[in-house]
């Protein structure tokens, strides 16, 4: 046999014995590719009752980020245009003499008024949990070394 030959012959044995003993991709999330989706572990939001305590701050991992919500918000939820739970605690900073978060001045419309005057939210805006989103200090899913920069 020539060399040619031989090495042909050689190369194909060892993609053949190659692709017989290889199992696959061996997903992170510890099922098969094909299989559905299992559904999150339900995550604590540390107790945290909106108007309870002392307000809880997440800090921000870059410039820009919009404050995270640290509490539950199922209970606001649906939010629509005739009915924003958020805005019943957060269209001002100070609520049964306690000191929240207010909303920014960018949410803000120029034009439009409440019944006292007060300039009201920019209906564009009212989405809130566009942006704000809550958070839970859940353990991270992988290693990383990102370290926000929010200055």
Same mark, same amino acid.
Do not use: W
């Given at each position: 046999?020539?060399?040619?030959?031989?090495?042909?012959?050689?190369?194909?044995?060892?993609?053949?014995?190659?692709?017989?003993?290889?199992?696959?991709?061996? =997903?992170?999330? @510890?099922?098969?590719?094909?299989? %559905?989706? !299992?559904?999150?572990?339900?995550?604590?939001? &540390?107790?945290?009752?909106?108007?309870?305590?002392?307000?809880?701050?997440?800090?921000?991992?870059?410039?820009?980020?919009?404050?995270?919500?640290?509490?539950?918000?199922?209970?606001?939820?649906?939010?629509?245009?005739?009915?924003?739970?958020?805005?019943?605690?957060?269209?001002?900073?100070?609520?049964?003499?306690?000191?929240? =978060?207010?909303? @920014?001045?960018?949410?803000?419309? %120029?034009? !439009?008024?409440?019944?006292?005057?007060?300039? &009201?939210?920019?209906?564009?805006?009212?989405?809130?949990?566009?942006?704000?989103?809550?958070?839970?200090?859940?353990?991270?899913?992988?290693?990383?070394?990102?370290?926000?920069?929010?200055?």
């Amino acid at each position: 046999m020539n060399r040619t030959a031989s090495l042909a012959l050689a190369t194909l044995l060892a993609t053949i014995v190659g692709c017989a003993s290889f199992s696959g991709p061996s =997903p992170m999330r @510890g099922a098969e590719v094909t299989a %559905p989706d !299992r559904a999150p572990d339900l995550k604590a939001y &540390d107790a945290k009752i909106p108007g309870v305590g002392q307000p809880h701050m997440i800090v921000r991992t870059f410039v820009g980020q919009p404050p995270l919500v640290p509490h539950d918000v199922e209970k606001y939820l649906p939010i629509t245009q005739d009915d924003n739970a958020c805005l019943e605690c957060h269209i001002t900073d100070e609520l049964r003499g306690q000191k929240i =978060p207010k909303a @920014g001045q960018s949410h803000f419309s %120029p034009t !439009r008024k409440r019944p006292d005057g007060t300039a &009201d939210i920019e209906m564009s805006r009212y989405q809130c949990n566009n942006c704000h989103v809550p958070q839970v200090d859940a353990k991270p899913l992988v290693d990383s070394l990102f370290v926000g920069v929010t200055k």
